[in-house]
């Protein structure tokens, strides 16, 4: 038989962090409070109030009246896949617009579901052009439009009404990825007109990764109900899972009890604070961070009326290492930000403001040590930097 020594395991210890990055962002200790309860059946009548509970938070959030709003057992990634596979079949027209990582994600897995897929693409740091979005479904019996409300891999802000109007007009599905933009701007969606929209726990928020709300509305639901072949992936079946989180709890499979505790948690919260002074609170840290930004002689990748709030993506000067400067970051200020993804990799920092992160401490503790790093790299930074952010916060 094998031994081990268990004396050779550390204690879990990682240390504290300013998680600043593009997910996960910081927890609040009410979180970490609510996910450490005891451990409970998943059936026991105390969670399934609780299950009851966090539906009801996650209507308020996503600002629908969709009965099919659940947390599903998987992170973002795991949403999207739920989306899809449960809308899609074989031989299905679906529309994806591309215009970074995780819009190629969502045509690759409609590639990998059977789907016939059309691609609306996209520079990256660019929106997508509704017109070329209307040229792709025209003459076409498209089964789903998809795109992405917030593309975490290079900070863009995709606008939905028109995108919208066009898959009701082509008599299509819309299905939106929110992972990034759900808690910290408006995703409203019974009034946009979602028909289909999945989300993460780990961005705005801030609760662990490991849960990805969804919200499928009428249409997307009575397309599940009248599918032709079964869904692809029995555990991210919608049809079975509904039956445990509606009023029939039958069983499928074994829910992460502590992670719903902790979303519960993070969900009142945000309930507290409101959805309206939660997204100006966002809204406003971000402008202050672009203000220092500027103000420091960097050069934001995204236009102006292009950007998301919550994630930021800063070209990366000529002659200042990427890796260099965000691990002199973490080492000597505990600042944890990203780097960039695909065609922005090495040229570019996404810097996150989500959540429980998503405030002025942490926005000056940032633009101080970053302009304290780019000194040391020799890159003239501006010396007006905090001025310049303290006055968007004086406008307030």
Known sequence: MKTIDPNRFRDIDPGQRVLMGPGPSDVSPRVLQAMSAPCIGHLDPYFLSAMDETQQLLRYLFQTDNRLTIPVSGTGSAGMETCFVNLVEPGDEVVVCVNGVFGTR?????????????????????????????????????????????????????????????????????????????????????RIGIDAVYSGTQKCLSCPPGLSPISLGPAAVETLTNRKTPVVSWYLDMGMVADYWGGNRKYHHTAPINMVFALREALRIIAEEGLEARHDRHLLNHRALVAGVEAMGLEMVVAKSDRLPMLNTIRIPAGVNDAKVRGALLKDFGIEIGGGLGDFAGKAWRVGIMGHACRRRNVVLFLSAIQTILKAEGFAAGPDVLEAAAAIYDEA
């Open 106 to 190: 969502m045509a690759d897995i409609v590639g990998r579901i059977g789907g016939k897929l059309t691609r609306v693409d996209a520079p990256w740091g660019r929106t997508i052009d509704p017109e070329d979005v209307r040229k792709a479904v025209e003459g076409k019996k498209v089964k789903v439009l998809a795109v992405v409300h917030a593309e975490t891999s290079t900070g863009v802000c995709q606008p939905l009404d028109d995108l919208a109007a066009i898959a009701r007009d082509a008599g299509a599905l819309f299905l939106v990825d929110t992972v990034t933009s759900l808690g910290g701007m408006e995703v409203d969606v019974d």
